[in-house]
């Protein structure tokens, strides 16, 4: 079951793309978060909506929003995709152990060993305002989480 709206985030710890350790703490009191959990690097919906994110990606940096991707993906190839891309914000490893990280938040797919599309926007208390979760080959709605980011700032 996916972490749910009104409930506390879940901490964690992961590697970035250059194998410096984010932990989701460390943004309260200061940024809201939007934790955006994808299935693999390369592959072409995830492309097509973080090259969205990192496109609107002032959007969210006007909305003090830190973005953050998570997948199963190892950092060697978050980080020649984030190269390839031009992606802005950190990608995050959540390969070993496997998943661990998506399990917690209830998208893990243990079929296919992969992250589904799920989407958590963590308030500065570190409290989940929105969550969504998309099965595979099920694009998501950016509207609906941008909604919530504007809903923030009022």
């Known amino acids: ?3 749910e709206v009104g409930s ?3 901490d964690f710890t992961l590697n970035d793309y250059n194998k410096e350790q984010v932990t989701l703490s ?16 390369f ?6 909506e973080l090259c969205q994110v990192r496109d609107e990606l002032a959007t969210y940096q006007d909305a003090d929003v830190q973005v953050i991707g998570v997948s199963v993906d190892t950092p060697f190839s978050l980080k020649a995709w984030a190269e390839q891309q031009g992606f802005q ?6 390969f070993w152990p496997h998943g661990e990280v998506a399990k917690i938040y209830g998208v ?4 296919a060993g992969l992250a589904n599309r799920g989407t958590f926007l963590i308030d500065t208390g570190g409290k989940v305002q929105y969550a969504e979760v998309n099965q ?4 998501r709605d950016q509207e609906a ?7 923030l700032k009022g």
């Open 1 to 3: 079951m996916a972490v």
């Open 8 to 10: 506390q985030a879940p």
């Open 26 to 41: 460390s943004f309260q009191g200061d940024k809201n978060v939007l934790l955006v959990f994808y299935p693999f690097a």
């Open 43 to 48: 592959s072409g919906i995830c492309q097509g």
């Open 89 to 94: 914000f950190p990608l995050l490893s959540d």
């Open 108 to 111: 893990f797919n243990e079929a």
């Open 136 to 139: 595979p080959g099920e694009p």
């Open 145 to 151: 989480w941008k909604k919530a980011v504007r809903s």
